[in-house]
């Protein structure tokens, strides 16, 4: 309870107070922080992990003790594939492939090049050759990959195309998401408030959080293993939960303006209660990120442990920055504030919307839970995996390159599988994976791996049941002892092992999340509400997923889910989901508390956050869908989860159930036993 004490005895009032009376220091602070971060992370570059791979298999899985038996006799550089095609035959365009294979073996950093001649497709005209360099691919310079790529693609009337590791590293475009997200809460910030000046103050402290943040976890990247997508990520999550943080704060500082407060009163106000309700809601969404260590699966600790510390920025930028800004640019904002007050009477219209949902309650309510246990119901059939180079954008050089590999080879040669015998015998082995449904080819042992081509793709369902057949069916009828590994096995370990313990990852973070909300509103039912709320919408935004990249709906090919989408997405929208269940039941309780009336807390709450709550929504929504720009599958499936599950909470959740089970539930959604509350901590939002 340490954590939550910090938001507890008008801290927050007194912090607003420091920073308004020294804000030239506490911007400079800021600024000073980014700036160096900025350049400390500039000067040590970036240690991502570039690998298109799937992340490394769970510990004791076979695929990982494939790993482990093969770890010495694998090579130790980066490996990169060119995949040549010419008609007749290849055979006919020798001079000019000896050429370019010859131009590229003197390029950096380039050891070996092996092929094509010897891997040839059966009808001659496709084949690859296989180049190895002397570093992994983070540890190649970017430019000299470059500089190989342009070397390989000079085959004159060979039609050339390149895969590997080293090849996606160039290959990766960013798209314009970020900066047409922030553009869109801009818009929706300036038509909310009439001002650019305060619809630019949640954007500068989004863009001071999560720059800082930016900055750090590319330096840590050196000490702490993190995947290449956790900086879109947190850009994604940082932007979206900073620009709403800060309107919640500098919302409730427009409504004490308009009560009579002066500027300085209204900003600690703000602070002692909207910036409680934020620092709340950030604490759920930490702990439910960190709720993914339950899950020990050591590829998502690092993505996780940088998301937390991007929302944890933001939350520290929303109660220091934020109220400097307030006290620099207070007489211009109190004098716009003042001059549209008259749009402060948009409340009536969020009023008449609760007096409606309270009037009939069970119709609403009926309504809100068919859309989203309707929504819900496909992602009962989500199949988990990993993109390959088979869900690239069409037209890129490795989609390309898997193309013809599948048109020459058969689509499961981009997919092998490895399989190893400690002591059975390897001939054996390779003839029984030969003549074994679903295996195009198996080749020659090479000691006592030998690997097997299924006929199907790496994305195809269908493979994924051939690893599981191999392990429960075909390999124990062998005398030994065999382990099924490769690409494909160590993604469906992976989806397992998610499977597998994800109900305790559930239960750690709901539980704790309800435990909170407990602590602060002293009651049972709104914790139990929230929870089973929020569980709807996260399911229906994986519905949503599965129509989408899993059927193929609106032209998306389809395909699996990312294995630990639905786990981050899980994390980071029951802890945003908080944000505004917390922002509403607080000023809920706040009026009920001051009245002892339900009906009146409940019209009265949703006048005063319906229209900042949509707002808010309306530019998580903006931000996280701009990732549907972005050419990475695994970014746009996050963003379309993340936007499908705000969308709903803001709009079905928080203005039609919430409102219609605070009515149902009446004074009993207050109720908290005797024996409990003596023994619970006393923390309130509310001063």
Not at 87 to 97: F, I
Not at 282 to 302: D, F, K, N, S
């Amino acid at each position: 309870m340490d954590t939550i004490t910090l938001i507890s005895g008008g801290r927050l009032a007194r912090l607003a107070g420091w920073a308004q009376r020294h804000r030239w220091l506490a911007v400079a602070l800021w600024a000073l922080v980014l700036l160096a971060v900025t350049f400390t992370s500039r000067l040590t570059g970036s240690a991502f992990h570039d690998d298109k791979a799937p992340p490394p298999p769970p510990p004791g899985t076979e695929s990982q003790q494939v790993v482990d038996l093969l770890k010495n006799t694998a090579q130790s550089g980066a490996t990169a594939q060119i995949v040549l095609k010419a008609e007749p035959g290849l055979a006919t365009q020798r001079a000019a492939v000896d050429e370019v294979l010859g131009n590229v073996r003197l390029q950096p950093h380039v050891r070996a090049v092996t092929g094509p001649f010897e891997t040839l497709s059966p009808e001659g005209r496709i084949g690859y050759a296989t180049v190895t360099f002397d570093a992994a691919s983070a540890d190649l310079p970017y430019d000299d990959i470059v500089k190989f790529a342009a070397a390989a693609k000079q085959a004159g009337p060979v039609e050339v195309a390149l895969a590997g590791d080293p090849i996606e590293r160039i290959s990766k475009g960013g798209g314009p998401a970020e900066g047409v997200g922030l553009l869109g809460a801009l818009v929706v910030l300036v038509f909310l408030f009439r001002s650019l000046l305060a619809a630019g103050l949640p954007v500068i402290t989004a863009v001071f959080a999560v720059g800082s943040t930016l900055g750090a976890i590319t330096i840590v990247s050196h000490y702490v293993d993190i995947a290449s997508y956790t900086s879109p990520l947190m850009m994604l999550v940082g932007f979206g939960v900073g620009v709403d943080y800060a309107l919640l704060i500098f919302s409730r500082y427009r409504g004490e303006i308009l009560d009579g407060h002066d500027r300085d009163t209204a900003a600690r106000r703000a602070l002692d209660t909207a910036g409680r309700s934020v620092l709340f809601a950030g604490t759920t969404v930490i702990i439910a990120l960190l709720g993914l260590l339950a899950l020990g699966l050591g590829g998502l600790q690092g993505v996780a442990l940088a998301v937390a510390l991007t929302v944890l920025m933001t939350m520290l930028a929303s109660v220091t920055l934020l109220p400097a800004l307030l006290s620099l640019f207070g007489k211009r904002l109190e004098r716009g504030i003042r001059k549209h007050a008259i749009k402060r009477e948009h409340g009536k219209a969020w009023r008449r919307l609760a007096d409606g949902v309270q009037r009939r309650p069970l119709a609403p309510l009926a309504i809100g839970l068919i859309v989203l246990v309707g929504l819900a119901i496909p992602a009962g059939g989500m199949r988990l995996g990993f993109a390959d180079s088979s869900t690239d954008p069409v037209g890129s050089t490795t989609r390309k390159a898997y193309d013809l590999m599948a048109e020459g080879f058969g689509p499961g040669f981009s997919g092998p599988l490895a399989v190893v015998t400690e002591d059975g015998d390897p001939v054996a082995l390779q003839q029984r994976l030969a003549s074994t449904p679903g295996i195009a080819r198996a080749l020659p042992p090479k000691g006592p791996t030998v690997l097997a081509f299924p006929t199907t793709s790496p994305q195809d369902g269908a493979t994924a049941e051939l690893v599981t057949r191999l392990r429960t069916e075909v390999l124990p009828s062998l005398p030994g002892r065999y382990l099924v590994g490769g690409s494909v096995a160590a993604a469906t370990d992976f989806a397992d092992a998610v499977a597998d313990r994800l109900p305790l990852f559930v239960l750690v973070v709901v539980g704790l999340s309800a435990l909170l909300l407990m602590v602060v509103f002293r009651s049972v039912l709104i914790p139990l509400k929230a929870a089973l709320l929020n569980l709807l919408s996260i399911g229906a935004s994986l519905g949503v997923m599965t129509l989408v990249f899993g059927d193929g709906w609106f032209g998306a090919q389809p395909g699996p889910i990312e294995a630990f989408v639905p786990v981050m997405i899980f994390a980071i929208v029951f802890g945003l989901s908080m944000d505004y269940e917390v922002f509403l039941v607080s000023r809920m309780h706040e009026e009920w508390r001051r009245t002892g009336d339900t009906r009146l807390a409940v019209r009265e709450g949703l006048a005063a956050t319906g229209g900042v709550i949509t707002a808010a929504g309306a530019i998580m929504v903006l931000v996280f869908g701009a990732f549907l720009l972005d050419p990475s599958r695994m970014l746009t499936q996050f963003g379309l989860g993340l936007a499908v599950a705000v969308l709903l909470d803001a709009l079905v959740i928080r203005c039609l159930l919430v409102p219609a089970i605070m009515r149902l539930l009446g004074a009993r959604a207050w109720w908290l036993p005797n024996w409990l509350d003596r023994r619970l901590p006393h923390v309130a939002l509310e001063p």
